[in-house]
C-alpha cells in the first residue's frame, strides 16, 4: 500500500507556541486514521500542515504526487467557518468543493451539476437544493458540508470534529457513508471524543504536542498513559463499548 | 432649440448615469452586503473626502484623490485585519472621521469659492461631467468582465475564505482586487449621490432583491434592475420636482424596498393562511 503523505520530523507552531514538535507519520491509501488526544493539543494544526494552510517550521511533508494529484484532499472544517446567512444555495456549495480539481478560470461542467444532484440526493438533502444554510438543522449543514468535502472525489478526506455537529438520527448513516468512502479514499478523522469513533476507525494516531500512531484500533490503557492522552480504554467486544477509567 | 438641445443633454447624461451607476452599485453592493462589510464600505467613503479635499488644494482632479484615498485605505484596513493586529471596527471608524477631517481642513485652506463641494457631500447630476460618465461605463465593464470571468472564484472567497485558502493560493489576490474595485466603485459613484449617500446605493439595491432570492447571481441581476428603476424614477422626480438628485433617489431606492417587503410578507402571509 503505498503512502499519500509524509511527514518526517516535522514540527509546527502556531502564533508563535510550538503545537506539534518532532512529528513522524504517514498516511496510507485506504488508512482510517482517528486523530484524538487533548484539545490544543495540535490535533487541528496536523490538519492544517497537510493542508498547507501551515508551514512546518522543522522538518518537511512529502506528498505522493502521482496519487495526490494538485490539491486532492477533501476537508470538513470544524462548523464555524462560513457565515450562514450567506447568500449560496446548497448546490453551490457543495459544487465549491469540485475547486480542488479545478483551475482558476474552467468552469463548472453539466457532468459536475449532475455529480452535485447526486450527491445531495445520497446525503439526503434533496429538495434543499436551493435552500441557504440558515433555512437547515446544524445535522444538515454538515452533511452539506461533507457533500462539499467529497465532491471532488478526493484521495484523502480530513474531518475535523464532525461528531460535534452529526444529529444522532443521521449518526449511524453518516458513519456507514465514511465506511464506504474509505474505500476509494484515505480518512483522517479528528476527534477528542474516542468513544464516538472508536468502532469505525482503523487506526488512531495520538496528538499531543508529540504523535504517536498504533497501527490498530485498539489501545492499552498503558499506551494512552505514557502519552497523556485523555484517559479512556477501548476495546472490541461483540458490541463495541468505551469503559472510563478513574482520573488520576 | 438651445433649450431643447441642452435638455436632451440632460436627460441622456441621467440616463446614462442611471445604467452605469445601477450596474456598479448592483456588482460591488451585492459584494458588500453579502459579505457584511457594508461598515468598512462607509469607512472607505468618508476616507475618500480627505482626498477630495487634498484634490481641491492642490488643483487636480479631486475624483483622483478620492479614488487614491478610497484604494489605500480598503486594502489598509483589509490587509489590517488579515493580520488581526486592529480591531477592525475601531480602526474603520477612526479612518472613516479621520478622512472627512483631511478633506474639511483641505478644503478650507483652499484658496477662493469651492462651488462643488455641496455636490460632493450630497451629489448633484448637474455637476456629473461626461468624463464622470464615461468614467463609469469603463467601470462596469471592467465589473462584468471580472464578476462574469471570475464569479465562482468571488462567490467562494468570500463565502468561505478559510475553506479558499484550502485549494487556492490566489485567496489573497482575489481579496484585495475585489475590495479595490468596490472602493473605485464607491468613489465613481460619489458624483452621482454623495459622500453621504453613496453607500445606500449600493446597499438597498440587494436587500430588495434579497427579499426574494436568495441565489448570488439572481441578486446581482435584481439588483442592478432595482437600482436603476429607483436611480432613473428619483432622477426623473428630482427633476420635475426640483429637489437634490441624491437624496431623491435614496428616498425612492427606500419607497421600493418597503413596498416590496410589504407585498412579499402579504403574498407570504395569503399562502399560509390557504394551505391552513
Redesign the interface.
Known sequence: MANLLEMRSLSASYDNNVVLENVDFAVGENDFIGVIGPNGGGKTTLLKVI???IKPVKGKIIFNDDLLKG?S?G?L?QIS???AS????VT??I??GM??RKR??S??SAHDKVKAREIIEKLGLSGME???LSELSGGQIQRVFLG?AIIGNPKLLLLDEPGNFVDSTFENDFYAKLKELNNRMAILMVSHDIGMISSHVKSYACVNRSLHYHPSSEISNEQLLAYGCPIQLITHGEVPHTVLKTHS | MEGSILQYDFIIKGLLGAVFASITAGLAGTYIVSKRMVFLSGGITHASFGGIGIGYYFGFNPVLGAAIFGILSALGVEYLSERQKIREDSAIGILWAFGMAIGIIFIFLTPGYTPNLMSYLFGSILTVTNADIIALGIMSVVLILYFGIFYRTILYISFDESFARTYSSYVNIFKYVTTALVALTIVLNIRMAGVVLVLSLLTIPPNIAMIFTKVYSKIILWSVLAGFIGTAAGYAISYFAGIPVGATIIFTLVIIWVVVKLIFQMVKYMKKDKRS
Open positions: 493542508l498547507g494552510l490539491n484532499i476537508y472544517p467557518t462560513g457565515d450567506y447568500p449560496v444555495t453551490d456549495i459544487l465549491s475547486m480542488i482558476l478560470l468552469r463548472m436551493r435552500s441557504s462539499r
